[in-house]
C-alpha cells in the first residue's frame, strides 16, 4: 500500500483502547484519534456496532476519524459511576437470554432489559433457555407472560440442540446482541448456532447458584448465513440510565395503551383513584409479576 486510505467501517471488536474495524478491504485494528479521546463525555465514545470513518496508514493499522451518530443504543449506567456504559450500538435487535434454572430467571432483571429496549425502539426477543431441565409446558408458566403481551419467546436448550433452528433464522442478516445475566447459557446457545465461533463456555458455581463471567473482550461475531451478534459479558445488576422514573410506565407495553385513561394525569399507579392500570390489574388484564416489577423500578429498586 502506497498511501492511507479513508474506508467505511463497523466496529466488532474493542480492546484496551484498540478497536477492530470491519471494512471492505478487510479489518482494520485502529485507535480514537486524539482530539475525541481528550473530549469530556458521559457516555462511551465507541462501542460495538458503531459506525466509523478509519484512515488506514501504510503499515495497515488505522487511525478513527470520525464516528456517524448512533440510531439506538443498548446501554445501562455504569456500575458505581454517573456514566452510560454502551453495550452495543446500531442494533436490530436484542436476544435477552434466561435460563429456566441453574441460575433460577431473574424476571426483574429482564423486565429491566425490555424498559430500555422499549425506549429505545429496539426490537426484543427473550431466549428461555436451558428447557431440559423442565417441560416446555413448565418453562411457559415462567415465561409465557411476555408471549402474551407480544414478545417473541424461544425456548432452547444447548445442550440438547432444542430450538436452535428457530434462533438461528432469527440472527440471520441483522446486528443482533445476546444480553442476560451469567450463566444462563449465551455462549453456549451461540456455539450451537454457529460451532466455529469458538466462544468460551463457563459454568454456574455451584456454592453461590450464580454463572460465571466467560465473555471478556466484546465483540461482534459474523455468521456465516449474513448478520452478526454480540455476545456481551453476564449481566449483574442493570442499572436504567437517562429514564426518569414518570416515564416508566410508557414502556410496559401491557400498561402504556392504559396511562391516558387514568383521572390523574400524574398517577403513579400505586393508590391513586381512577387509576386505569389498578383496575386492570383487578381484571386479571396486568400480569401481578410485572406490576409488581413496575412498582419496584418507579421506586429504584434494583434487586
Not at 465507541?46 to 496508514?57: E, I, P
Not at 465483540?219 to 449483574?236: F, H, I, M, Q
Request: hydrophobic share 35%; glycine share 8%; charged share 25%.
Amino acid at each position: 500500500m502506497s498511501e492511507s486510505q479513508t474506508l467505511h467501517g463497523l466496529i466488532v471488536r474493542a480492546q484496551s483502547g484498540f478497536f477492530d474495524v470491519e471494512t471492505k478491504q478487510g479489518v482494520v485494528v485502529a485507535q480514537l484519534r486524539g482530539r475525541h479521546r481528550l473530549s469530556q463525555q458521559e457516555s462511551d465514545l465507541l462501542a460495538l456496532g458503531d459506525r466509523v470513518l478509519v484512515q488506514q496508514h501504510e503499515d495497515g493499522t488505522g487511525t478513527i476519524e470520525e464516528i456517524v451518530e448512533r440510531e439506538r443504543v443498548l446501554s445501562r449506567r455504569a456500575p458505581g459511576i454517573e456514566r452510560e456504559q454502551v453495550l452495543v450500538a446500531n442494533l436490530d435487535q436484542a436476544v435477552f437470554v434466561f435460563s429456566c434454572a441453574e441460575p433460577d430467571p431473574n424476571l426483574r432483571m429482564l423486565d429491566r432489559l425490555l424498559v430500555v429496549a422499549e425506549e429505545q425502539q429496539i426490537p426484543a426477543a427473550i431466549c428461555a433457555n436451558k428447557i431440559d431441565f423442565m417441560t416446555k409446558r413448565q418453562a411457559k408458566q415462567i415465561f409465557g407472560l411476555y408471549e402474551r403481551i407480544g414478545y417473541p419467546v424461544f425456548y432452547t436448550s444447548a445442550t440438547k440442540k432444542r430450538g436452535i433452528g428457530k434462533l438461528r433464522k432469527a440472527l440471520q442478516g441483522v446486528i443482533s446482541v445476546f444480553a442476560g445475566p451469567s450463566g444462563a447459557g449465551k455462549s453456549t446457545l451461540l456455539n450451537a448456532v454457529q460451532p466455529d465461533l469458538g466462544l468460551r463456555i463457563g459454568d454456574v458455581s455451584q456454592a453461590t447458584g450464580k454463572g460465571t463471567h466467560t465473555t471478556v473482550v466484546p465483540r461482534l461475531a459474523k455468521l456465516k448465513r449474513g448478520g452478526y451478534v454480540a455476545d456481551t459479558p453476564g449481566v449483574k445488576a442493570f442499572a436504567l440510565w437517562d429514564i426518569e422514573p414518570e416515564e416508566i410506565d410508557g414502556y410496559y407495553r401491557e400498561m402504556k395503551p392504559l396511562v391516558e385513561q387514568c383521572a390523574f394525569s400524574d398517577c403513579t399507579h400505586f393508590h391513586e383513584p381512577g387509576c386505569a392500570i389498578l383496575e386492570a390489574l383487578e381484571r386479571g388484564e396486568i400480569d401481578p409479576h410485572r406490576y409488581d416489577s413496575y412498582c419496584r423500578l418507579r421506586l429504584g429498586d434494583l434487586d
